[in-house]
Protein backbone atom coordinates (compact mmCIF):
# COMPACT_ATOMS: atom_id res chain seq x y z
CA UNK A 1 0.00 0.00 0.00
CA UNK A 2 1.45 3.35 -1.02
CA UNK A 3 -0.04 6.50 1.13
CA UNK A 4 0.50 9.96 -1.20
CA UNK A 5 1.16 13.23 0.82
CA UNK A 6 0.38 16.53 -1.26
CA UNK A 7 1.40 19.99 0.03
CA UNK A 8 2.49 23.30 -1.73
CA UNK A 9 -1.53 24.71 -3.31
CA UNK A 10 -2.74 27.76 -2.76
CA UNK A 11 -3.54 30.98 -4.21
CA UNK A 12 -1.42 33.10 -6.76
CA UNK A 13 -1.97 35.62 -9.41
CA UNK A 14 -1.19 35.29 -12.61
CA UNK A 15 2.17 35.41 -13.80
CA UNK A 16 3.45 34.23 -10.21
CA UNK A 17 4.60 30.78 -9.20
CA UNK A 18 3.74 27.67 -7.21
CA UNK A 19 5.50 24.07 -5.83
CA UNK A 20 3.65 21.26 -5.59
CA UNK A 21 5.15 17.93 -3.57
CA UNK A 22 4.07 15.04 -3.14
CA UNK A 23 5.84 12.24 -0.58
CA UNK A 24 5.31 8.84 -1.76
CA UNK A 25 5.77 5.58 1.18
CA UNK A 26 6.29 2.22 -0.59
CA UNK A 27 9.00 1.17 -3.28
CA UNK A 28 8.82 0.03 -6.80
CA UNK A 29 7.15 3.50 -7.43
CA UNK A 30 7.43 3.08 -11.49
CA UNK A 31 5.81 6.84 -12.33
CA UNK A 32 5.14 9.50 -10.60
CA UNK A 33 3.15 12.27 -11.83
CA UNK A 34 0.71 15.56 -11.68
CA UNK A 35 -3.18 15.36 -12.59
CA UNK A 36 -5.37 18.48 -12.32
CA UNK A 37 -9.35 18.31 -12.50
CA UNK A 38 -11.02 22.06 -12.79
CA UNK A 39 -14.38 22.49 -12.46
CA UNK A 40 -16.70 20.90 -15.01
CA UNK A 41 -13.93 19.11 -16.66
CA UNK A 42 -12.32 15.69 -16.66
CA UNK A 43 -8.99 15.00 -15.18
CA UNK A 44 -6.18 15.49 -17.18
CA UNK A 45 -2.66 14.57 -17.13
CA UNK A 46 -0.36 17.68 -16.16
CA UNK A 47 3.01 15.99 -16.25
CA UNK A 48 4.69 12.47 -15.03
CA UNK A 49 8.33 10.92 -14.40
CA UNK A 50 9.37 7.78 -14.89
CA UNK A 51 11.82 5.87 -12.08
CA UNK A 52 15.03 6.61 -14.64
CA UNK A 53 13.94 10.11 -14.76
CA UNK A 54 12.35 10.64 -17.93
CA UNK A 55 9.65 13.55 -18.02
CA UNK A 56 6.25 14.37 -20.03
CA UNK A 57 4.38 16.70 -19.95
CA UNK A 58 0.33 18.47 -21.55
CA UNK A 59 0.94 20.79 -24.41
CA UNK A 60 -0.76 23.58 -22.49
CA UNK A 61 2.12 23.42 -19.52
CA UNK A 62 5.62 22.90 -21.40
CA UNK A 63 7.94 25.54 -20.73
CA UNK A 64 6.07 26.53 -17.50
CA UNK A 65 5.88 23.91 -15.27
CA UNK A 66 8.75 21.26 -14.60
CA UNK A 67 8.60 18.12 -12.96
CA UNK A 68 11.08 16.32 -10.89
CA UNK A 69 11.72 14.22 -7.77
CA UNK A 70 13.69 13.23 -4.91
CA UNK A 71 14.37 9.64 -5.48
CA UNK A 72 15.80 9.62 -1.50
CA UNK A 73 13.12 11.05 -0.25
CA UNK A 74 10.37 9.76 -2.21
CA UNK A 75 8.95 13.11 -3.37
CA UNK A 76 7.89 14.10 -6.48
CA UNK A 77 7.30 18.10 -7.31
CA UNK A 78 5.94 20.23 -9.46
CA UNK A 79 7.52 23.29 -10.25
CA UNK A 80 4.60 26.13 -11.74
CA UNK A 81 5.82 29.01 -13.15
CA UNK A 82 3.90 31.64 -15.35
CA UNK A 83 0.59 30.92 -14.08
CA UNK A 84 -2.47 31.30 -16.15
CA UNK A 85 -6.20 31.58 -14.79
CA UNK A 86 -6.98 28.53 -16.43
CA UNK A 87 -4.29 26.58 -14.84
CA UNK A 88 -6.82 26.57 -11.75
CA UNK A 89 -7.72 23.21 -10.48
CA UNK A 90 -7.33 20.44 -7.88
CA UNK A 91 -3.93 19.25 -8.37
CA UNK A 92 -3.72 15.41 -7.60
CA UNK A 93 -0.74 13.27 -7.34
CA UNK A 94 -0.32 9.83 -8.95
CA UNK A 95 2.02 6.38 -8.50
CA UNK A 96 1.98 3.53 -10.92
CA UNK A 97 3.79 0.74 -8.29
CA UNK A 98 5.06 -2.14 -9.67
CA UNK A 99 3.34 -4.54 -11.52
CA UNK A 100 0.55 -2.29 -11.96
CA UNK A 101 -0.71 -0.36 -8.64
CA UNK A 102 -2.21 3.13 -9.36
CA UNK A 103 -2.81 5.46 -6.27
CA UNK A 104 -4.16 8.92 -6.01
CA UNK A 105 -3.52 11.62 -3.70
CA UNK A 106 -6.20 13.72 -1.60
CA UNK A 107 -5.86 16.54 -4.08
CA UNK A 108 -4.65 20.35 -3.41
CA UNK A 109 -6.27 23.85 -4.35
CA UNK A 110 -4.23 25.77 -6.67
CA UNK A 111 -6.49 29.04 -7.84
CA UNK A 112 -4.77 31.53 -9.97
CA UNK A 113 -6.45 34.56 -9.62
CA UNK A 114 -6.09 38.54 -9.15
Known amino acids: QVQLVESGGGLVQPGGSLRLSCAAS??????MGWYRQAPGKQRELVAT???????TYTDSVKGRFTISKDNARNTVYLQMNSLKPEDTAVYYC??????????WGQGTQVTVSS
Open 94 to 103: NVLQFPVKNY
Open 49 to 55: ITSSGTT
Open 26 to 31: GSSLLI
